[in-house]
């Protein structure tokens, strides 16, 4: 089992930048791929990026393929979304889970542990 804390979350003006972690606890980090995904109010979760065990491979939603970087820290069993040019559309909780495939994956039913989520609010 891993338990999986979000934070870096907050409130950014329209083209600006953040980063939100995901910190891991528990079972070996590396044995996990890595995703984020995000819900905003009165939306489905949706996909965001994901990463898998050794970084090597990363797959990004349309929506913010160019803005948004997955990246993740074995050693600090970490992984971050770093987001870039945000607008008021990425307004969301997001959220970082954990799956034991072996390749990254989109949908949320692969995954099988998940954080509690941090809020980013982009304001316009």
């Known amino acids: 089992q891993v338990q999986l804390v979000e934070s870096g979350g907050g409130l950014v003006q329209a083209g600006g930048s953040l980063r939100v972690s995901c910190a891991a606890s528990?079972?070996?980090?590396?044995?996990?791929?890595m995703g984020w995904f995000r819900q905003a109010p009165g939306k489905e979760r949706e996909f965001v990026a994901a990463i898998s065990r050794s970084g090597g491979n990363t797959l990004y939603a349309e929506s913010v393929k160019g803005r948004f970087t997955i990246s993740r820290d074995n050693a600090k069993n970490t992984v971050y979304l770093q987001m870039n040019s945000l607008n008021a559309e990425d307004t969301a909780v997001y959220y970082c889970?954990?799956?034991?495939?072996?390749?990254?994956?989109?949908?949320?039913?692969?995954?099988?542990?998940w954080g509690q989520g941090t809020q980013v609010t982009v304001s316009s």
């Open positions: 528990g079972r070996t980090f590396s044995m996990y791929a």
């Open positions: 889970a954990a799956a034991t495939t072996l390749s990254v994956r989109r949908v949320p039913d692969y995954y099988d542990y």
